[in-house]
């Protein structure tokens, strides 16, 4: 059974930093892509960071230079590094993977790129 389970949301003050983990199972092979998704109150779901198989990460704008996307070697935990976080961070973070593995590089960002998604922990950024 395939399993998406976040950790390490909390609410922290504006400038610090927090580590998200998604801890990833059941797969009967790798997924082309994980991501990092968010969704604040009242807004589209978000695609936050990719990374492909071979550790290729793409960010979106808002996060370039503050985040970092990445997985242990044995590609069981994806993990999102928050540096300098914002109140606009603020958001709840879902983890997501690519089993199909079609959608467009540029498409990445996107949530119909994944087929698979965790329930989400909660980062609250206060300023």
């Known amino acids: 059974q395939v399993q998406l389970v976040e950790s390490g949301g909390a609410s922290v003050q504006a400038g610090e930093s927090l580590r998200l983990s998604c801890a990833v199972s059941g797969f009967p092979y790798r997924p082309f892509y994980m991501a990092w998704f968010r969704q604040a109150p009242g807004e589209e779901r978000e695609g936050v960071a990719t990374i492909d198989r071979l550790g290729r990460p793409t960010y979106a704008d808002s996060v370039k230079g503050r985040f970092t996307i990445s997985q242990d070697s044995a590609k069981n935990f994806l993990y999102l590094q928050m540096n300098n976080l914002k109140p606009e961070d603020t958001a709840i973070y879902s983890c997501?993977?690519?089993?199909?593995?079609?959608?467009?590089?540029?498409?990445?960002?996107?949530?119909?790129?994944?087929?698979?998604w965790g329930r989400g922990t909660q980062v609250t950024v206060s300023s």
């Open positions: 997501a993977a690519d089993t199909h593995g079609t959608t467009p590089y540029e498409a990445r960002l996107g949530p119909r790129a994944y087929n698979y």
